[in-house]
């Protein structure tokens, strides 16, 4: 993990808020939740190191990380579930770790209590299948498994547009940091919506030029929008079957 402290890296805004909390007196409140963001995205990056994934760049926000990766799409779906839930995991452990803290008297009831409050929260909220939170990875693990790589991609968005138009109608209160909030995810969304032809183009491109891990193989395919993440297919053409890798390469477009 020596590797990674130079890719991390704190926003300005989170500063900001530091010095804001200090002048506020809740220095010890956003410290908390600070170190819980921390080990959250330490979560994600110890699988993501633990599945030889290339890390770019680790940002710290006041209100969660990002990190950035240089990843596949095809990665086995198992793969990606449990990198998506490496935060929460690494959440509960910190859970515990507090817990052992405040029952041999090493912080006080009110630093417990903080902490059980906030961690529970930032659980709750990172299960949420809104785009770009934890809870919309692993809605689209579980929907690749079962449905094409563009249905897929597709129910994730539309889920996701639902849930950040819930989640605004039910928390909306006016305050700043919760504008600021609202504002970034819909970004985030509109950014996925618009990268998904190039997410698509990619995903193809992949099957092309890499032997990924495939659990199975369909015949007599016609469609490639049906093309789920972890099968091999081979297409119809004409009077004869032709494998995937061929098939994508002849392919004058590809449409959506």
């Known amino acids: 993990m ?66 950035y990766i240089n990843k596949r799409i095809h990665e086995r779906i198992y793969k990606d579930l449990i990198i998506s839930l490496g935060g929460i995991i690494f959440q509960v452990i910190l859970f515990f770790i507090f817990y052992y803290l405040y029952h041999n008297n090493y912080i006080v009831s009110r630093t417990y209590q903080l902490f059980c409050l906030y ?36 129910y994730t968005i539309l889920i996701g547009l639902i849930s950040l138009l819930l989640f605004i109608i039910f928390n909306f209160v006016y305050k700043a940091n919760d504008l600021v909030l609202y504002i970034y995810l819909v970004i985030k969304l509109f950014e996925v919506i618009k990268e998904y032809k190039k997410t698509m183009y990619k995903f193809y491109l992949e099957r092309i030029l890499y032997n990924n891990y495939y659990n199975g193989i369909i015949s007599n395919q016609e469609d490639i929008l049906k093309m789920k993440l972890d099968k091999y297919y081979y297409f119809k053409d004409g009077n004869k079957y032709v494998n995937e890798k061929d098939y994508l390469k002849r392919a004058t477009h590809l449409r959506y």
């Not at 500063?15 to 994600?44: C, D, P, Q, R, T």
């Not at 909220?125 to 249905?151: A, H, R, T, V």
Request: glycine share 4%.
């Open 119 to 154: 961690n529970l929260n930032i659980i709750m909220f990172n299960l949420i299948p809104i785009i770009p939170l934890d809870g919309s990875k692993i809605l689209m693990c579980l929907l690749s498994k079962y449905l094409s790589y563009s249905q897929s991609y597709k």
């Open 2 to 67: 020596k590797t990674i402290w130079p890719k991390i890296k704190i926003d300005s805004s989170t500063y900001l808020l530091i010095f804001f909390s200090l002048l506020a007196g809740y220095l010890k409140n956003i410290s908390i939740i600070l170190i819980i963001v921390l080990i959250h995205e330490l979560g994600h990056v110890f699988f993501f190191k633990l599945f030889k994934i290339d890390i770019i760049q680790i940002i710290i926000y006041p209100f969660g990380g990002v990190t």
